[in-house]
């Protein structure tokens, strides 16, 4: 498990790093006139997305949950994936992106990038991290709670992002 312990402190690390992103992109949004939408929902998204790397390293631990190459490798390969989705997220949009929802008023909608095929990518990366992670050591309880509760955070925040979208951006 030392390897996998590794692993959910990378992604920690790379939590991180969003945050430094997210705080930097959010001065800038908020200096050209953004506005702020959803802050009550945010919490929750930190805590759950805090309790789903606490649970990964916990249920294995606590539980004694093998690793299954049948089942890790793949889900190693989609938490990668969802990496690399969530970082092309973030370069395509660039200082547009954050953790918040910040809209600036009068900006256009970004049709690049991954923006080309999806609305929400983003979240699409969420999604498929919150599953497979877990499921890289076999922490099938942590995956099947969290995507639960992820999607039901999914739904308020994407009402909230696609609300605050449509009053703000020009079609």
Request: proline content about 7%.
């Amino acid at each position: 498990m030392p390897w996998y312990t590794l692993l959910v402190l990378a992604v920690s690390v790379e939590r991180l790093a969003e945050v430094i992103v997210a705080r930097r992109n959010a001065a800038w949004t908020l200096a050209r006139s953004g506005v702020e939408h959803g802050r009550g929902h945010y919490p929750v998204m930190v805590a759950l997305h805090t309790g789903l790397l606490v649970c990964c390293l916990l249920e294995p631990l606590l539980l004694d949950r093998p690793f299954v190459p049948a089942l890790g490798w793949p889900m190693l390969a989609l938490a990668l994936l969802a990496q690399a989705l969530r970082w092309w997220c973030i370069a395509t949009l660039g200082p547009y992106w954050n953790t918040r929802v910040i809209v600036v008023p009068g900006a256009r909608l970004v049709g690049a990038g991954p923006y080309r095929f999806l609305r929400h990518p983003n979240y699409v990366a969420v999604v498929v991290e919150v599953a497979a992670l877990p499921l890289v050591h076999s922490a099938w309880l942590t995956a099947a709670v969290f995507s639960v509760a992820d999607a039901l955070l999914l739904t308020v925040r994407l009402r909230c992002e696609n609300t605050a979208l449509a009053r703000a951006v020009p079609a």
